[in-house]
RNA sequence: GUGGAUAUAGCUCAGUUGGUUAGAGCACCAGAUUGUGGCUCUGGGGGUCGUGGGUUCGAGUCCCAUUAUCCACCCCA
């Protein structure tokens, strides 16, 4: 038998849906806010995710599905979404334009990575990107409309923020942190000595309790921060106590991509484990540039797909559509032909095996169908239709002729 | 990549110190009820016991390997 490859899963029944709400939800939402839906290929150059994503990080160096195609080019499955719509912002030369740009996306993303609860090797992210704006005001919108969506769909959540600081005081902070880390190396544990090098700021939110305590006096980025940046974490702040968005400062929260700066921030479920992140995302100023285009603000998130639909409850779902069935071989042409016409406006299941009237009502029951609509011998011989109502528990009879037209 | 747990019917799981023909509940199909769904009762179909080796007169059970799943680490949405 040939199974899904691992990591990778079948949407379908009533995960299925799930996935449409959630993503009907977050579209109309996202909508309200002027972003667009865009698609970018889910193939893109190896290059891309390499400068954007950052040499560095794991997701490069051993995530991705990379591989050498038939035409000679270096290309991967993208492991996460903001590099593509930032690579086609470049390649239509929207960086040119000096205007605001607003996308969504939705779509799967791939990391070669060991399963566990809420991760898997392909995955989906629902995320938006908005480019040109600089004000803090739209890091602020794009949290909102994140707990916007989250709100609508009764999903529980703690939201965590942060200030990554910008290229002007980050660097003075990571050597300051650096500094520091050298004097206590002797006191963290295997993993955080490595990322003294690798990554500093990781440290930070090491889960080692003697890192912890040995990083209680660790000088904060949020101490460090430019004036600039300085007043833009205040302001936003300030944004979000005034719109009764509830958050807490994490000064160890840390992005994992390369490309953030200033305002970081995190959706937090508590009912999901370890992999507990529902949403995540931050502004990225220098990526645009980085990547080739002219200097472009822009700030965006991504909410992992599957974290939420293992929280999503979907609205209960009521009875519809039509059920047909014959309980001779000669009724099941009628049943075709009457279904055909309901189809223009309703769902309907046609079994074509003649069968019982209890077998056929115990079928659309099943189904969920709202009305069960029979040719039997009386109704071959009336050229009607037998019809009952699962829900109300009626029934009637209304020929043929007049069976669209009654409904 | 590292660690731990697990793998028996479509699903959830029993299966004794190794011993005849591997079981239950749910689900499915049929009948009880010749044209009335959900409840009840009766019957039925459905298994290479994850895969490959090994030990043994005999393996679902013991040993080795392998693959997958779950959980955690690393990392991340």
């Known amino acids: 038998m040939i199974k899904p490859l691992r990591g990778m899963r079948d949407l379908a029944f009533e995960d299925a849906k799930k996935f449409e709400y959630f993503i009907d939800t977050a579209t109309n939402i996202a909508k309200k806010y002027g972003y667009e839906y865009l698609e970018t290929p889910i193939l893109e150059e190896s290059a891309l995710f390499k400068r954007s994503v950052g040499e560095s990080s794991d997701i490069v160096n051993k995530e991705m599905y990379q591989f050498i195609d038939k035409g000679g080019n270096d290309v991967c499955l993208r492991p996460e979404g903001t590099a593509g719509v930032v690579r086609f912002f470049i390649s239509n030369k929207l960086d040119r334009q000096d205007g605001k740009y607003k996308f969504l996306y939705y779509g799967p993303m791939f990391r070669y990575e060991r399963p566990q609860k809420g991760r898997f090797r392909e995955f989906?992210?629902?995320?938006?990107?908005?480019?040109g704006e600089e004000s803090v005001y739209e890091d602020y919108t794009i949290i909102e409309l994140i707990s916007k969506i989250f709100d609508e769909l009764n999903i529980a959540y703690s939201l965590e923020i942060n200030s990554l600081g910008c290229s002007e005081c980050m660097p003075k902070y990571k050597e300051k942190l650096v500094e520091f880390l050298e004097d206590i190396k002797d006191e963290l544990c295997e993993d955080c000595q490595r990322r003294i090098k690798t990554n500093p700021i990781r440290v930070l939110d090491c889960k080692n309790q003697n890192c912890k305590t040995a990083l209680s006096n660790a000088p904060k980025i949020t101490d460090n921060l430019c004036s600039s940046c300085h007043s833009d974490f205040e302001k936003l702040k300030e944004l979000l106590e005034n719109s009764g968005i509830e958050f807490s400062v994490n000064k160890n929260l840390v992005r994992g991509l390369d490309y953030y700066n200033k305002s970081a921030f995190e959706f937090i479920s508590s009912n999901l484990g370890a992999q507990n992140a529902i949403a995540g995302g931050g502004r990225y100023d220098k990526l645009v540039e980085f990547l080739g285009g002219k200097p472009t603000a822009a700030v965006g998130f991504?909410?992992?797909?599957?974290?939420?639909?293992?929280?999503?409850?979907?609205?209960e779902q009521k009875r519809e559509g039509y059920y047909f069935g014959a309980m001779s071989k000669?009724?099941?042409?009628?049943?075709?032909?009457?279904?055909k016409d309901i189809r223009k406006d309703n769902r309907a299941f046609v079994e074509f095996e003649p069968k019982k009237l209890k077998a056929h009502l115990k079928s659309a029951d099943r189904q969920n169908s709202r009305y069960c609509c029979i040719v039997g011998e009386d109704e071959l011989k009336n050229d009607t239709i037998w019809v009952k109502d699962l829900e109300e528990k009626r029934e009637f009879i209304v020929s043929s002729d007049e069976f669209v037209k009654n409904i």
């Open 124 to 131: 989906h992210q629902f995320g938006c990107e908005s480019f």
């Open 302 to 315: 991504a909410i992992g797909v599957e974290r939420v639909l293992e929280l999503l409850e979907l609205p």
């Open 330 to 339: 000669e009724g099941v042409d009628k049943v075709v032909k009457v279904a």
